[in-house]
């Protein structure tokens, strides 16, 4: 997704810079016109039995792309958005330590993370529907629970394991959500793919 962000970036800093070279607001307007007609949004809708138990939103994939006159097709990556009351908003894929508050705010307010049920391989399934495991680094996939901790380990970089950390209330309600990119494989682990 980097790759596809700079090559976005470069393309508008051509245009832009191409564009400050003319004097009047019209041609600017035009090339502005012409650059918006060569591109296409696929919208893509995510509808799986998984993140309809998990999620209270709708999910989409839109994809981005760019067909120059001239030039081969350009496909960027994709964002993940969601549709939530008739809103529409752009999910946020972590990329750094961080928590999760937008994702949290999404969870299905009737789902429950627990080890005797089958959610926890429901939440795997749902998180692999938003981001297929292997698009980092190193494809790797493990859940390990400790107590009301649930992580779930998406990929590994170096010596590094990154992945989701789920917290549960005794009932199994998900009440935090972070994303790690330093995480310690621990016992037990309940998948080890």
Known sequence: MRKSIITLYFIMFSILTFGNNFSTADVKKKISE?????????????????LQEVFSAKFYKAKININYPGSPFLSLDYAIVYDLDNKIHYFEMPTSNQTLT????IINKN???????????????????????GTR?????????????????RSKFFDHYSGYIFYTDNNGKIVNIEY??????????IRNK
């Open 34 to 50: 012409d650059i918006h007609k060569q591109i296409d949004i696929a919208i893509i809708p995510i509808h799986t039995n998984a």
């Open 102 to 105: 937008q994702m949290l705010s």
């Open 111 to 133: 789902f429950r993370l627990e080890e005797t049920t089958i959610s926890h391989t429901l939440l795997e399934i749902a998180l692999n529907d938003l981001e297929p495991i």
């Open 137 to 153: 680094d190193l494809r790797v996939e493990k859940i390990q629970k400790n107590g009301n901790k649930w992580v779930y380990i």
């Open 180 to 189: 790690s990119m330093n995480i310690g494989l621990s016992k037990p682990i």
